[in-house]
């Protein structure tokens, strides 16, 4: 497993970067986003997306950073994290020819699971720490929260990125170049999405989901959304180590 953590170390440190940066681009300029918007107040085109009651709204900082962090920034990189994560965790090995080196120290079954386990740890730390993220803020600058929506969103972020982690991981054992399988997956995210524009197909669009919608409209985590990607997950995890257990090398 310290080997796993080690190959990944740049690609987990660098994602973490990047959502704490983005997050302390976000957090501390209410007053700044606020008056800004307020700038174009009574502008025709810009109340269509923006009415004054949602303005209104925003000078609440629950809804604030709610709606900035949760429904718009971190929660559409929940995929796209999940997949970062995943993508070269195989194909890297096949690509560079060290897969060989690895069968001849371990089983095929030992190494596909200690990949796929630390590579789901590592993603789920950077969820974690990007659901928490509010609440910390929120206690230091000693602004009033609504902290139970935090373990809310985090199971729906650690879930939505872990559903597409598995699905990056199955490109990456497909594949046997690093490109493919990011490539692969951020189509079948996009596909997905447009998808679940059709309303037969909703269920297909993961970003409600990721960005803790049900949470938000209904104070809760959608639990059978949550037990559909946990089976989803198991399955996509079966059927890519038995083409990782039958794929030459």
């Keep these: 497993m310290r080997k796993e953590f080690y190959d990944m170390k740049v690609r987990f440190i660098g994602v973490l970067i990047v959502t704490t940066t983005l997050f302390f681009v976000v957090a501390p300029f209410q007053r700044f986003t606020i008056s800004m918007l307020e ?3 009574g502008n025709p085109q810009i109340e269509k997306f923006l009415p004054g009651a949602m303005l209104n709204k925003l000078k609440e900082w629950d809804f604030y950073i709610n709606s900035q962090w949760y429904g718009k920034n971190f929660g559409q990189m929940v995929g796209i994290i999940g997949i970062i994560m995943a993508f070269p965790l195989f194909a890297r090995e096949f690509e560079n020819e060290t897969i ?8 095929r ?5 200690n990949k796929l386990f630390t590579g789901a740890v590592a993603t789920s730390i950077v969820m974690l720490v990007g659901s928490i993220l509010p609440a910390i803020y929120s206690a230091v600058a000693g602004k009033e929260y609504n902290y139970p ?10 879930f939505g990125a872990l559903l597409w982690y598995c699905v990056g991981v ?15 997956s951020l189509g079948l995210l996009a596909l997905t999405t447009t998808a679940g524009l059709i309303k037969a197909l909703k269920f297909l669009n993961t970003f409600p989901y990721q960005l803790g919608v049900s949470i938000f409209e209904k104070d809760s985590v959608d639990f ?3 037990l559909g990607i946990i089976v989803v997950c198991v399955v996509i ?12 090398v």
């Design 149 to 158: 929506v935090v373990p809310k969103f985090m199971v729906q972020s650690i």
């Design 39 to 41: 700038g174009y107040s």
């Design 224 to 226: 059978w959304y949550t």
């Design 100 to 107: 060989m080196f690895l069968l001849v120290r371990k089983p």
């Design 237 to 248: 995890t079966w059927i890519g180590y038995l083409v990782f257990e039958r794929k030459e």
């Design 170 to 184: 199955f490109f990456s054992v497909l594949f046997s170049d690093q490109v493919k399988p990011l490539l692969a």
């Design 109 to 113: 079954k030992w190494i596909y699971f």
